[in-house]
């Protein structure tokens, strides 16, 4: 059973506020991701990290940056938030398998609007 | 470049009838691995099989079964005699097993089992 958390679980802010993703898992993954859920479903990679100190951007382009300083916690910050950024959040971490490719799991997600 | 085409954006059927979810991938790669995930309501993505790109066998696991045929890149998940618990997202994904091994999501299947 995965343990992959995320807080808050829903988030209303207003425009111009920095806000913090929190996002923790207890399975000692290396590798850990955060995707962006549009509401007509699409999942987009905004960011991944291999481990502590590494993180890379994903396929999306996004305005949010990600740290890694422990291996269990990988946060992501909106400096400035925006309508644009309303979606929901999603963090997933995984154990590296063969080929580096073992599934995901998902923790419950973040559902931010942005007003 | 790698793409899941998830063709069906919703499909509804009555309870007890079979569905099946069509996925259709490109990748260059000769070493992939497929997976599919359930999106309930509650919003979190839930891990339900991977197969890799060496393994053509159909898999069932319950109600539950896969027809993956590298011929037509298809890896196709049916739904035996449905049940309401079963209305969710379901996404089909794809990871290549050279460079950073993310996985890539198609824009998923809505599904909604009538009662």
């Known amino acids: 059973e995965a343990d992959i958390y995320q807080t808050p679980r829903y988030l209303v802010i207003g425009t111009g506020k920095k806000i913090t993703l929190e996002c923790s898992q207890t399975?000692?993954?290396?590798?850990m991701y955060w995707y962006q859920q549009d509401p007509g479903m699409e999942l987009h990679l905004i960011h991944y990290s291999y481990g502590v100190n590494s993180t890379e951007k994903g396929d999306l382009s996004s305005e949010s940056t990600v740290s890694r300083i422990r291996t269990e916690h990988f946060p992501l910050t909106l400096e400035s938030a925006r309508p644009s950024h309303t979606s929901q959040y999603l963090c997933a971490s995984s154990g590296f398998g063969v080929g580096g490719n073992s599934p995901l799991h998902f923790g419950n997600g973040t559902r931010l609007t942005v007003t | 470049a790698q793409k899941v085409t998830q063709a069906q954006t919703e499909i509804s059927v009555v309870e007890k009838e079979d569905v099946t979810l069509d996925c259709v991938y490109e990748?260059?790669?000769?070493?992939?691995?497929l997976f599919w995930y359930k999106q309930p309501p509650s919003g979190e993505l839930v891990f339900l099989i991977r197969r890799n790109s060496f393994d053509e066998q159909n898999e069932i696991s319950g109600r539950y079964s896969w027809n993956f045929q590298k011929s037509t890149s298809s890896f196709n998940f049916t739904i035996t005699a449905s049940q309401v618990v079963d209305s969710a997202v379901y996404f089909c994904a794809l990871s290549e097993a050279t460079g950073a091994n993310n996985l890539f999501f198609g824009t998923g299947t809505r599904l909604t089992v009538i009662p």
């Open positions: 990748t260059r790669d000769t070493t992939y691995y």
């Open positions: 399975m000692g993954h290396d590798k």
